[in-house]
């Protein structure tokens, strides 16, 4: 190297450069003061790993009614009519059987507005009919009476009239035998003087007497047959007039019987047009009341769904929405179906609430801010559209769940508002919780859940 320049800057070159290098050089003091840090760090993450968390399950939803009749509702008319008046307005509190709506009758069969009295004059005819009908029948059992009566006493005169000519034929066929066994006599008689006369017995005057006895005897024969057949055509007659007595009085037994069950017909038809028109007149009361469409329950008339003054609406139109007025509320979660199986009925829940600003912490829900509890009433049984399931939270109520520090749910919530909670399960250490999330396994329990029914917290609510 040529040192041309009186100036010597080697040296200079030399002295500086152990300190530059010493300053580039660590500071072994602040080595030690990050080693401290760092080694207080780690024992404060090792400490809030053993430190207890609270394993919550999420789901969203939205506000609703744990009973039914709590639910916005809409008002429906029973009947068809035409608008006449409305009695309300959009927004406006009714109590129940308030006036909403009054109709008129657009039936031609109800323009009458003296239909009932005319329906009554009816009633009153038709019942006439009855009481007559009724009398008739009663008439009609007389007569029938009556014609048994002497049906029993013409039938017991005409068997004596069969029985007395039955008699008669007795009588005369004995008589025939008789005058027969006479004529035979008197025919052997004749044959004998005959044969005395051929022999000198009797004289001529003898013969013809007995001639003219056997002539007698003959002709008493000839009358008593007669006579026999007159009997027995007597006994025919009888016979006969005793069937025709019977067929006679059963003829007129069946006319009597046939007019009594037409009079019972009549009546009970009658009857069944009293009937229909006493149904009559009751529908056209209770029609005439629906006239006037009044509110089923005490609540706020959200909307109408009809409009104008003359409009014509069917029967059983939806004609105004109606929100009851003090609905019992209920959080509406829905949650994944693996979750299920770790909540019951009784667990506790944190609650956000849309319009309400929150913080919260899943692990430590004692420090949430903002946040409202509440308590698992009801887990459906089935699934939603969504493939979620369902669960309704109530209010904490119970003595044992209520916590004082905890707030009353605000009474500005209205139904259909967003809800975002947080089911409260039991507690693990918090590596635990780590491990957990990182290979994605489902929240633990301590113990197997109650094989109690899904439904079993909301029987116990509604019978509080």
């Known amino acids: 190297m040529l040192n041309l320049s009186n100036q010597r800057v080697d040296e ?103 239909l009932p009295e005319r329906l009554r004059e009816q009633l009153a005819a038709k019942r006439g009919n009855v009481t007559a009908n009724a009398a008739k029948i009663e008439a009609t059992d007389q007569q029938l009476a009556a014609l048994r009566t002497t049906l029993t006493v013409q039938l017991e005169a005409a068997r004596n009239r069969v029985t007395q000519a039955r008699n008669t034929v007795s009588i005369d066929s004995a008589d025939l035998v008789a005058v027969s066994n006479f004529y035979q006599i ?30 007698e005897d003959m002709a008493k024969v000839v009358a008593q047959r007669n006579k026999l057949l007159n009997s027995r055509q007597s006994l025919a007659n009888a016979t006969i007039e005793l069937a025709n007595l019977r067929a006679k009085y059963g003829q007129d037994l069946a006319k009597t019987l046939s007019d009594r069950s037409s009079a019972v017909s009549s009546r009970a ?12 007149i009751s529908n056209v009361e209770v029609r005439r009341g629906l006239y006037i469409v009044r509110a089923p329950q005490t609540g706020y008339v959200v909307r109408t769904l009809k409009a104008g003054i003359g409009e014509t609406i069917k029967e059983g139109e939806s004609i105004a929405t109606l929100q009851p ?17 770790l909540i019951q009925p009784g667990r506790q829940v944190r609650l956000q609430f849309d319009g309400w600003p929150a913080v919260q912490f899943s692990g430590w829900p004692s420090v949430a801010v903002g946040t409202f509890g509440g308590v698992v009433t009801v887990i459906d049984v089935v699934s939603s559209t969504n493939g979620k399931y369902r669960l ?63 439904v079993k917290g909301y029987d116990e609510t509604v019978k509080k």
């Open 12 to 114: 200079a070159v030399w002295n500086e450069q152990p300190q530059r290098s010493h300053k580039e050089l660590l500071n072994p003091k602040g080595s030690k003061l990050l080693g401290r840090v760092m080694l207080s760090i780690g024992l404060v993450f090792l400490l809030i790993l053993f430190l207890p968390w609270r394993q919550t399950i999420q789901g969203t939803g939205s506000l609703t009614t744990l009973r039914p009749e709590d639910r916005p509702q809409t008002v429906q008319n029973a009947i068809a009519g035409r608008i006449e008046h409305w009695a309300v307005r959009e927004g406006q509190l009714v109590q129940r059987g308030d006036t909403i709506l009054t109709i008129s009758e657009i039936k031609d069969e109800y323009f009458d507005p003296n």
């Open 186 to 215: 008197a025919q052997n008689r004749l044959a004998r003087y005959e044969e005395g006369y051929k022999n000198g017995l009797f004289s001529l005057t003898d013969i013809e007497t007995r001639r003219l006895k056997l002539q």
């Open 269 to 280: 038809s009658s009857e069944g047009e009293v009937a229909s028109l006493r149904n009559k």
């Open 325 to 341: 007025e003090a609905p019992v509320l209920a959080a509406e979660l829905y949650v994944r179906a693996m979750d299920v199986p």
């Open 392 to 454: 309704l939270v109530r209010p904490e109520s119970h003595p044992e769940h209520h916590n004082e520090d905890d707030h009353i749910w605000p009474e500005q919530l209205r139904l259909g508002s967003g809800v975002y909670g947080w089911v409260v399960l039991d507690s693990v250490p918090v590596w635990y919780e780590i491990w957990r999330q990182l290979n994605g396994f489902p929240p633990s329990l301590q113990a197997e859940p109650a094989k109690d029914s899904p």
